[in-house]
């Protein structure tokens, strides 16, 4: 098959592109810069836009004739998009909207990479948010992508992704969340999470194999992919040190009121992932053989 990509240089973007790749797909990303990674690749195409795809770019993929459309592109950081809320409308949504266009001039299928932060994650229900749950952004980053996935539910052929906190092993210089933990530890530095923060960790070979499944069968609507365990962040900072090796002595436990940020940490935004999985009949690693599988690839860098 034939991919255009958005967010090829991120960290998801990465995985995907190689993930592709391996599986002997053409991918043409879109992006700021070129990728380090596969520039070099036959299979593997660049045009380079920046929160709008202009004239010359629709004329390369008029070219490349592309058969699925994975965007994953965003201004990603909830910090930056408090600051700058200008400029996450205009990467997080009008980008979406001009990703659309090229999709449906193509008539091709699009997966959109959501977030499960489009819940506030104050009153989370038994099992997590399922797809039926109507979300409620309370952040200017959370707002940007539900009115993206307002965008895609209006295309014919499109498909909303919302994926929970994504961790796995480095990939070229893209760190992911588990770097700046094991960092620390490695140093014997003290680390402090939270113990009334709730996710559902995915682990991210695993995200990836969901959206290549999706881009294969190509359903349609909402669906949410997180991990199998919904996990606080001492928790899951816990099972790092035991799977790399490190004294869990270093974790300092704090709760969300002691370091207060803007925008305010969701409490729980766990998904409930279970219509999806019987979907594609998929079995996500839990966290333990996520962080094994984490731990090998690593000692291969």
Not at 87 to 99: G, I, K, L, Q, Y
Not at 189 to 208: H, I, K, M, Q
Not at 271 to 278: A, D, E, F, G, R
Request: charged share 25%.
């Amino acid at each position: 098959m034939r991919f255009v990509l958005t967010g090829a240089t991120g960290y998801l973007g990465s995985f995907l592109a190689r993930s592709l790749l391996q599986s002997r797909h053409d991918v043409l990303s879109l992006s700021r810069s070129s990728h380090p990674l596969f520039h070099k690749e036959a299979a593997f195409q660049e045009e380079f836009c920046d929160a709008h795809i202009a004239e010359e770019c629709e004329a390369q993929i008029e070219l490349f004739k592309p058969d699925v459309f994975i965007h994953a592109a965003a201004m990603a950081s909830a910090e930056k998009c408090e600051q700058h809320p200008t400029e996450a409308h205009r990467v997080n949504v009008s980008f979406t909207a001009s990703v659309l266009a090229a999709a449906r001039a193509q008539g091709a299928y699009l997966c959109y990479i959501s977030s499960d932060l489009v819940y506030d994650g104050a009153a989370a229900p038994p099992g997590g948010f399922a797809e039926d749950h109507e979300p409620l952004p309370r952040s200017v980053y959370a707002s940007t992508k539900r009115d993206a996935e307002k965008l895609v539910f209006e295309y014919e052929k499109g498909c909303v992704l919302r994926l929970s906190l994504l961790y796995g092993a480095p990939i070229g210089e893209k760190k992911g969340g588990l770097d700046w933990m094991l960092s620390a530890f490695s140093e014997g530095r003290s680390v402090t999470l939270f113990s009334d923060e709730w996710r559902t960790p995915l682990y991210v070979g695993d995200a990836c194999g969901i959206i290549i499944r999706l881009a294969s069968s190509q359903p349609l609507g909402i669906y949410h992919c997180g991990g199998p365990e919904r996990i606080s962040r001492v928790e899951f900072g816990t099972k790092v040190c035991g799977q790399f090796g490190y004294d869990p002595k270093l974790i300092t436990s704090c709760r969300r009121a002691d370091i207060p940020s803007n925008p305010p940490r969701p409490e729980d935004v766990s998904l409930n992932c279970s219509k999806i999985l019987s979907l594609l009949n998929y079995r996500c690693a839990d966290i333990e053989r996520g962080l094994e599988l984490a731990f090998k690839e690593g000692q291969k860098l």
